[in-house]
């Protein structure tokens, strides 16, 4: 009997230790840790008003179609706040310490999806409340389940901020805790009105508040910890190593499809989960299109340019990096001429940027530029001429969102911002026709320093000449040949 004790206890030490291990590796080195969650709940926290709490869902799950739902993605606040990667939870915040029915303190409480074994077995590993007191450090973690019995007066705060809700969230009828409950469940604890005939007004409690936690977490968001730009330097350093190999193989009668692969591999290769927003692939008068995600076009042509928006999501974080570069790896004199505009747009603007100066400042250097270029181009007459070869901003932020929370007045230290004109000529615009299929963004992201910026893209060459150079450059895809598919032309 002991020896048979022994050997089963010495068997699990290694199973365990075989899982641990296992575990180990799948978790990549490089992630936020708990501390810098930790911190930014006590940042939140900081500047909470008096007596107030502050509730955050998890995001629902998206249905594809029939049984398959979207690749889940986290709610950014709630991750940036717990690390927390499954749906179904809510983490309340609190400004003040409370106490419990033992008489025991706390000033959060998170409540997560509970294990289940079957389940598991076939949607994935969860972490449970044991898991998130583990490996995430949040002590007062409870299964969703204990949300319902979780005892507390709302009416005792003077605040109690949330986002207000959208209503589309599936009811998975058989689960008393999944977020559609959890949401039932704080709108009846909170007092929060959901009659047809408080649709679209305020929650009709006074201490319910739907705007004021949007500027707390824009204001934190925007300005990125070391932790966090180590993620986003290697989230745009990837996604610029995607657009030097795709400038390498690019050649006519790729299709687009193709192009964004080649994109996206190289994202996987260096072990970014996901894109940070849908690619963004588009030749010629497809590049007219903003925000083109079909990316469809089978045979890109010889004559055309072809407009690339892509950022690699990394542990979370996402670059945002378009090039624009020409089929046949040499710009016309048209192409040029766009393409050096928008370059000179882009580079006044990014040499202005520092702390101090305002987003309104930079997109109006660019905006001016671009519209007395237009005029000198004879594409416009006058630099006050209505148009809408130039229409968006100049800038964002990026981190968690692709557009991400943060503060739009002045430049801040350690904010990661985009800055990206763009000249979109679409077929039968107003002007001469030699002009028309031309859509040059260029769109890089840097970093406001102390006194000025740091270029964070500049791994993917800019200017014409440099685009050039790279893209006479052999690819290693020169070698990767495939079987044709029966029935579609083979390249
Ligand atoms: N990729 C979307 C944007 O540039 O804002
Ligand atoms: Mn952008
Ligand atoms: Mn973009």
Redesign the pocket.
């Known amino acids: 009997m002991k020896e048979l004790n022994k050997r089963f206890t010495i068997l699990m030490v290694i199973l365990l230790s075989g899982f641990f291990m296992a575990n180990g590796q799948e978790t990549p080195a490089d992630i936020l840790s708990s501390d810098f969650h930790k911190g930014r709940r006590d940042a939140v926290r900081k500047k909470l008003p008096n007596n107030s709490v502050a509730v955050f869902f998890a995001n629902p799950v998206r249905n594809r179609a029939n049984d398959v739902d979207y690749i889940y993605h986290q709610d950014p606040d709630l991750f940036y706040l717990t690390g927390y990667r499954e749906p179904h939870a809510v983490l309340l915040v609190f400004k003040d310490d409370q106490t419990n029915e033992n008489g025991d303190q706390y000033n959060e409480i998170f409540f997560v999806q509970e294990k289940n074994a079957r389940a598991e077995m076939w949607t994935g590993r969860r972490l449970g409340d044991e898991g998130v007191k583990n490996k995430l450090a949040i002590q007062n973690t409870f299964n969703g389940r204990e949300f319902a019995k979780y005892q507390i007066d709302f009416e005792k705060f003077d605040k109690v901020l949330f986002y207000d809700f959208k209503n589309d969230v599936r009811d998975n009828p058989l689960d008393s805790s999944d977020l559609f409950s959890l949401i039932s469940q704080f709108k009846t604890k909170a007092g929060y009105q959901t009659d047809a005939s408080s649709l679209g007004a305020e929650p009709q409690k006074n201490n319910l508040d739907v705007r004021g936690l949007n500027q707390i977490m824009s204001e934190l968001r925007g300005i990125k910890t070391p932790e966090e730009l180590d993620l986003i330097r290697k989230a745009v350093f990837i996604s610029t190593v995607g657009q030097v190999e795709v400038m390498k193989a690019m050649k006519p009668g790729l299709s687009e499809t193709e192009i964004q692969g080649i994109h996206e591999f190289v994202f996987k290769k260096y072990g970014s989960e996901y894109e940070g ?1 849908p690619s ?1 692939v588009g030749a010629g008068n497809n590049g007219c299109i903003l ?1 083109y995600i079909e990316n469809h076009k089978p045979e890109i042509e010889s004559d055309e340019m072809i407009l690339m ?1 892509l ?1 690699a999501e990394y542990h979370g974080y996402t670059a ?1 990096v ?1 090039r624009t570069i020409p089929i046949d790896g040499k710009f016309s004199p048209e192409e040029k001429a766009i393409y050096d505009l928008v370059y000179k747009a882009q580079e006044e603007a990014i040499q202005m940027a520092k702390p101090g100066v305002t987003f309104g400042q930079l997109g109006k250097l660019a905006k001016d530029i671009i519209n007395q270029g237009l005029v000198d181009l004879g594409i416009i007459e006058r630099p006050d001429s209505r148009h809408l070869y130039y229409p968006h901003g100049l800038s ?1 932020h990026i981190g968690l969102d ?2 991400d929370k943060g503060t739009y007045s002045d430049l801040q230290e350690n904010m990661v911002i ?1 800055v ?1 004109p763009g000249i979109y000529i679409p077929e039968g615009s107003n002007c001469d026709k030699k002009w028309w299929g031309i859509a040059v963004r260029i ?1 890089d992201d840097i970093l406001i320093t102390k006194d000025g910026f740091e270029l964070l893209s500049s791994f993917a060459p800019r200017t014409t000449e440099e685009i050039e150079a790279m893209m006479a450059q052999p690819s290693p895809l020169e070698q990767f040949q495939l079987p044709a598919l029966e029935g579609k032309k083979r390249k």
Do not use: A, K, M
Request: charged share 30%; aromatic share 8%.
């Open positions: 927003y963004i925000h928006d950022g945002d378009t964002h692709v557009h985009t990206e769109e």
